[in-house]
């Protein structure tokens, strides 16, 4: 391999690997997002220059953390406004070691996702600047799952980090006072890029790391809160989900759904752990929405592994889920498990009964109404809500599962 294709190389695998971790670093030492983001850029592009003349570096990371502090150095340096503030930065220069490029001080990617779930930032803009500064999503990519044109959800985050930066936001953990407030953000961050991972079916390199890494805080932050029930919730949940990762493809390639999987190739150690987790969030005597949803995958799981899970208590799940958080997902989930109860006729009456506006382009509405109308003996009805689904299906894997699906109906 030549040394610019090497270079490129381990510069994209340090991109992968370590964004996040990076500008987490960079930006609790600098309190600005966007200023620490540009280094990092910087430093990637001399890593791209100067790996093809030195060779790369033993630890990427550390190489490209340092040249990012140089490179924030001399911004600031160049500032005269600004020059005290450049003093402190020297001062904290030392702390940057190969030990935290390398990921020995995880915490720094938990308190930036706090800063970012602060109250004076938008509402709308703290789980999109979570999966941008903590977990390196483009903005191009994260636009469809927040239904938000890219340079819409951009200048949002432009907006977002400006306000970091002027308000002088502090980069630290809230008080215990105000966790609750910034808690549930920093969870919906966490199971968004965990969310990012799972939904792509075709499964590369960087989006199961996103899952990997949303596991890994979730994680964290429990033996941090210890006596909070939420993120055992989300921990639950997201183990529950991950024990069926090796079952969503068969021995062809083709997407499964969970109905149709091999049971064999559930982890059962991941679904005892997740199983514990719930356990002790339940515990804690403070039911939570993460928790609701660990249940239901528990109660999945269960049916599957062949456990007399009455249908009607899936039903009660989904009302207490969204009694404490409505969503459009949850109502979808909850009509689907009516169907299982009552039939397919009360399942396609309470997926009618949905705001029309909401439903049109979900493309989960259209395939569960596809495979209800099926059920019902209505298939000229279900060919034509299979072929919506299929043109609403963003990963090829389910698109082609649907498309088989469609075929059968006769």
């Not at 001399?74 to 406004?81: E, G, I, L, P, T």
Request: proline content about 5%; charged content about 20%.
């Amino acid at each position: 391999m030549n040394p610019e294709a090497a270079a490129r190389r381990a510069a994209e695998r340090a991109a992968r690997d370590s964004y996040g971790r990076l500008l987490s670093i960079l930006s609790a030492r600098t309190r600005d997002i966007a200023l620490a983001e540009d280094a990092l850029a910087d430093a990637f592009e001399s890593a791209l220059e100067t790996w093809p003349r030195t060779g790369v570096p033993d630890n990427p990371a550390a190489w490209l953390v340092t040249t990012a502090r140089r490179k924030t150095l001399d911004a600031w340096r160049h500032d005269q406004v600004r020059e005290a503030a450049a003093q402190t930065l020297h001062l904290l220069a030392d702390e940057f070691t190969e030990s935290e490029a390398a990921g020995a001080v995880p915490d720094e990617r938990l308190r930036l996702l706090f800063v970012c779930a602060h109250p004076a930032i938008d509402a709308a803009a703290r789980t999109p600047l979570m999966l941008q500064t903590v977990l390196g999503l483009d903005v191009q990519r994260m636009a469809g799952a927040f239904l938000t044109a890219p340079a819409t959800l951009g200048q949002r985050l432009t907006r977002a980090k400006a306000r970091i930066r002027q308000a002088g936001i502090p980069f630290e953990f809230p008080e215990a006072r105000d966790l609750p407030d910034r808690l549930l953000d920093v969870l919906d961050g966490i199971y968004a890029a965990y969310g990012t991972g799972w939904d792509d079916i075709d499964g590369t390199d960087s989006t199961r790391r996103l899952s990997n890494e949303a596991m890994e805080l979730c994680a964290i932050l429990c033996r941090l809160m210890p006596g909070e029930p939420e993120p055992f919730g989300l921990l639950a949940l997201m183990l529950f989900c991950e024990s069926r990762a090796a079952a969503r493809r068969d021995a062809a390639g083709s997407y499964v759904p969970l109905d149709a999987q091999n049971t064999a190739q559930w982890s059962r150690p991941m679904i005892a752990e997740a199983e514990h987790a719930l356990r002790h969030a339940a515990n804690l005597s403070a039911r939570g929405p993460y928790q609701l949803e660990a249940a239901i995958q528990s109660a999945h799981i269960q049916r599957g592994l062949g456990a007399d899970v009455p249908a009607t208590a899936l039903v009660s799940l989904y009302d207490g889920l969204l009694a404490l958080r409505p969503s459009v997902g949850a109502q979808v989930s909850r009509c689907c498990a009516v169907a299982r109860a009552d039939g397919p006729l009360a399942g396609l009456a309470a997926l009618e009964a949905l705001d029309s506006g909401v439903v049109t382009n979900y493309q989960p509405w259209w395939a569960a109404r596809a495979h209800l109308l099926a059920e019902a003996g209505q298939t000229a009805e279900a060919r034509a809500a299979y072929q919506r689904a299929i043109g609403l299906a963003v990963q090829p894997a389910v698109r082609a599962h649907l498309t088989r699906v469609a075929a059968r109906v006769s």
